[in-house]
């Protein structure tokens, strides 16, 4: 547990809190038994809560993890009173915590945003909210490779590839879809809890959320539209290799047959075997009936 304290503004900051970290602030704010329950527990959906005396507000932010590649929605917890914030979560939050250690070592940070209990919120909020910005960027890098790629002829080889970014969207959408109506209710609480005008701050986060999702639709149309492309080259490359198949098939069935022929044990073929010229002629005309198929398939345009 870790604290801030500024302009009479605490900001506390717990990290997988035990069990007498909740009896602290059960003493020392008075939180309801229902709230205490559902700090240790995971939450799956954002929601707020209004109480007398404070907010209870979960919000989800996704986190990427290098070794899996994929990004996971991280849960935070807040409780808010008039002049306390209280962060709790149970998984790492890089960009949280840099954030609280930057206010933690710098006087200046401090005086710049433990200026009110409400503003100090919206930052926060906005802060997190544009940490999502550069994992967005990684995603758009990812998706121009994956174009790049494509067109150099490495489409089988980009087909997982499409699906690891198109599971990193997927993962982002869910995390930020479902939390911009909570935003746009704690904003709407924010100027009557907090007695105060917090209008620019709260529109601020809201528009930084909106430009987030706005960005998610953007990579997502982006993804199918290259996983079509995809699909359509690699299409185009199979049905090109079975044409060049059934061709091989159909030039070589006469040759085929014109061996079983000669193969056959007849008087006929017995005259000609004898006759020393008889092998070269016979593959004379085999090659003349491959050469005028193949002219043959050319000036059809199937080869």
Known sequence: MEQI??????????????????????????????????????????????YSDYLFLVLHFPVFNPETRQTVPTELDFVITHKAIITIYQDPIPMLENFFYECLHSETTQQDYFQRTGYLLFCILDKLIDSCLPMLDHI????????NKIFQGQEREMLSEIAIVKRDIIDFRKTIKPQRSVLEIIAQKSNRFFEHNLDFIS?????????????????????????????????????????????????????????SIFAMNTALNYTLVRNVYAFWLILAGMGLVTILMFIYFKRKKWM
Do not use: C
């Open 5 to 50: 304290e500024k302009n009479s503004i605490t900001w506390l900051n717990l990290a997988n809190p035990k069990t007498n970290d909740l009896l602290f602030l059960k003493d020392k704010f008075r939180l309801s038994s229902s709230i205490l329950s559902q700090l240790p527990i995971p939450i799956k959906r954002p929601k707020i809560e209004e």
């Open 140 to 147: 758009q890098e990812n998706v121009d490779k994956i174009e």
């Open 203 to 259: 529109q601020e986060v809201i528009g930084s959320n909106i430009r987030v999702w706005n960005t998610l639709e953007n990579l997502k149309d982006m993804i199918e539209a290259i996983e079509e492309t995809n699909n359509s080259l690699l299409s185009y490359k199979t049905n090109n290799i079975v044409k060049v198949l059934t061709l091989l098939s159909f030039i070589s069935f006469p040759l085929s047959l014109i061996a």
